[in-house]
């Protein structure tokens, strides 16, 4: 049986994409007796999340268990959808099991691209399973993709610097906006192009925040049908306060995106180029970030391990991690970072693949990701985070995040770069409702996918 799929012309140029809803071809079989030796799947993972301790488990553990070979290859974030968009309706070159963003799912759930896997829902996790992440990858009552960790978003700062500019730790969203602002203006290490909160002006991801923090919504959905809302009252309240950000508290870039803000909190640190090599240095300049909290193994001392890797110590007197506060003192409504995982509808390997996500939701995987700072997809194991700081500060960030919009173009939004661009004009704005009401028009239609 063959199911025709929506097109994704708006994510490749003008082509348009059909997918075929089952396999072209099946394994045999996943049991490790069964001849599967020259058999190979593919799962691509997304950025340098996922530690290299992680991946060598998984290859050693899906050839112990089934006899074939599991390759796993890395893709940037940058241009994910993109390579997603071109490689799973080709069932030559598809990823038979692929890592995609929270926010990515639906459109690729919405276009058949993952198989249907809603028969391993309950072996996988079920209800214990993050219930927000497994929406962002349902169509219906059918699930097509499943969270594989969570990362909310913390504050990170250079206590050191807050002390020497004598601000204390916030305890409201107010407090933090002020006190910021206040380490900005006092710089008390003179430091050429300080921010007190260095935040980029196209880094929407942690600019939503105060949206959230006050009521407002990127978008909402009636009957089917979205409407993109960053001209509504609550949301332009905080648009308004991340304006006063970015004039009062911040001097970075203003094309700057999310993208290794950490490595301004540390005395000395690089800029890599998508190859690995340094294409400039760079030293402290910021005493305030908001990242996601597994980015504690990036900040600190600098030093290598036996094997001679660069690594990072954690130093608890110029260093501190907290949720940010919101207005009613309790954690602000942060972006939940993260990803879901899915099985390609085109793979060859289908069964292969289904043996590889049992693997990575078993206990004894679920437990590494904790171990290693990534929020557990199956709640079963939140444990394994541990009872430090950083646990604490994800666990309380995590408790009140949300998501992007669920909508069947929110990728294509993503894809277009229309939110870096919305956010790039916030500082310089002299009418945030028109400006708003002007992006409003744009993205409505895109999140409808049209």
Not at 101 to 106: D, F, K, V
Not at 312 to 323: E, G, H, I, Q, S
Not at 415 to 436: R, W
Request: hydrophobic share 35%; charged share 20%.
């Amino acid at each position: 049986m063959k199911r025709k799929l929506a097109s994704l012309a708006a994510l490749a140029t003008a082509s348009a994409l059909v997918l075929a809803g089952c396999s072209s071809a099946t394994d045999e079989g996943t049991d490790a007796s069964t001849d599967n030796g020259d058999k190979t799947i593919t799962l691509w993972l997304a950025g340098g999340d996922t530690p290299d301790e992680l991946r060598d488990y998984l290859k050693s553990e899906f050839t112990a268990q089934t006899g074939a070979t599991l390759n796993i290859q890395q893709q940037d974030w940058g241009d994910l959808v993109t390579k997603l968009t071109t490689s799973l309706p080709d069932a030559n070159n598809t990823p038979d099991v692929t890592e995609l963003g929270n926010t990515q799912s639906s459109t690729f759930t919405n276009v058949g691209a993952f198989l249907d896997i809603s028969d391993m829902y309950e072996e996988l996790g079920g209800t214990n399973l993050l219930q927000s992440f497994v929406d962002a990858g349902m169509v219906g009552d059918k699930n097509y993709a499943l969270p594989y960790y969570f990362g909310s978003r913390a504050v990170f700062t250079r206590a050191d610097v807050w002390a020497a500019a004598g601000v204390e730790q916030p305890t409201t969203l107010e407090e933090f906006n002020a006190g910021v602002a206040a380490i900005n203006a006092a710089n008390p290490l003179n430091i050429p192009d300080f921010s007190g909160f260095y935040l980029g002006g196209q880094d929407w991801r942690n600019g939503i925040s105060w949206i959230f923090a006050n009521d407002g919504e990127l978008a909402t959905v009636k009957d089917g049908t979205w409407t993109s809302t960053l001209a509504s009252e609550n949301t332009l309240t905080g648009l308004a306060q991340l304006q006063e950000l970015y004039k009062s508290a911040s001097n970075a870039p203003n094309d700057a995106k999310d993208s290794n803000q950490y490595i301004y909190l540390n005395d000395s640190d690089e800029i890599k180029d998508a190859e690995g090599a340094v294409t400039s240095n760079t030293s402290l300049s910021a005493a305030t970030i908001m990242a996601p909290t597994w980015a504690h193994w990036s900040i600190g001392t600098l030093g290598t391990d036996a094997d001679g890797k660069v690594t990072r110590t954690w130093d608890d007197t110029k260093n501190a991690v907290f949720a940010l506060p919101g207005n009613d003192g309790k954690p602000a409504p942060v972006f939940a970072g993260g990803s879901n995982i899915g099985i390609s509808a085109t793979s060859k390997n289908p069964e292969l693949a289904k043996s590889l996500l049992r693997i990575i939701y078993s206990e004894e995987y679920q437990t590494m990701l904790g171990q290693n700072g990534l929020g557990p997809a199956n709640s079963d194991y939140v444990d394994s985070l541990g009872d430090d700081q950083f646990a604490q500060a994800l666990i309380a960030s995590a408790s009140n995040s949300k998501l992007t919009p669920a909508a069947p173009g929110w990728a294509t939004v993503e894809g277009s770069l229309v939110m870096e661009e919305f956010f790039s004009k916030i500082e310089g704005s002299t009418d945030l409702k028109a400006l708003a009401t002007e992006y409003d028009d744009k993205l409505t239609p895109m999140l409808n996918g049209e």
